[in-house]
């Protein structure tokens, strides 16, 4: 019975050393702690599906491998008849650039293949932010 009890009171004490996340560990955010930390402006489409905007980057760090998720949600003309396969798409991009410290950067993604042109719906796309890499200066 002692031996039970010390075995558990040692795993214990060990266990918040487990839960202790190792150095150089992914931190995960909320998405609003996200959108105060790096944030998308000025994003535009063109009729060929191709987005492009700017990243504001708030932090007082650089920033990089800025991940975007570019969403080509498919509306079709009739919604009580819609046809049997959407042509709709989501594709992860990242963006191209380190950005400095409260500055920004730009980004343009085409989709490849391109998407169909097709008459019995639209496509409406959208960017999200969903992942970036914080530069922590040198101790």
Known sequence: MKTTMIAIAAAALLMPIFLLPPAGAQELVSNSQLAQSVDLRDVAAAPNGEVSGTIVNRTGMTVRDVKLMVNYAW????????????????????????????????????????????????????????????MVPPA
């Open 75 to 134: 509306l079709w003309r009739n919604d009580f008849r819609p046809g049997e396969d959407s042509p709709g798409r989501t594709v992860y991009i990242t963006a191209p650039a380190d950005i400095p410290p409260h500055g920004q950067g730009t980004f343009t993604y085409r989709p490849s293949p391109p998407l169909p042109d097709r008459t019995d719906g639209r496509f409406v796309p959208t960017v999200h932010i969903v992942g970036y890499t914080r």
